[in-house]
């Protein structure tokens, strides 16, 4: 028997799908509303990289990763990434550091 992790790629495809929708409908926002880009990736950007990082923590676990990761790490950058550690989805840490 192998030590190698088992991912779930069904569970991979759903959680990237919803990563791909949030991303979509962040385009459509700025296509709807160019005048208020700036604003618009302010706030958007935040959902999709939680969603990339959602699917990348709980590629493993499926579902039940939600019961065993806080939720800021379940959104953490991976560890595979340069900005792992980087609290970029926390912008308010980021300006009291």
């Known amino acids: 028997m192998s030590d ?8 991979s495809v759903a959680t990237l799908t919803d990563a791909l929708e949030a991303l979509q409908d962040l385009i459509a926002e700025i296509e709807d509303s160019p005048e ?3 604003e618009i990736l302010d706030e958007g950007i935040i959902n999709v990289y939680a969603k990339l990082n ?3 923590h709980s590629a493993e676990d499926g579902p039940e ?14 560890p595979v990434l340069p900005m ?14």
């Open 54 to 56: 959602y699917a990348y």
């Open 84 to 97: 792992y550690g980087t609290p970029a989805l926390c912008p308010e840490k980021q300006r009291n550091n």
């Open 36 to 38: 208020e880009v700036k």
């Open 4 to 11: 190698e992790k088992k991912y779930d790629a069904e569970w």
């Open 65 to 78: 990763a939600l019961m065993q990761m806080s939720d800021d790490d379940i959104i953490s950058f991976p």
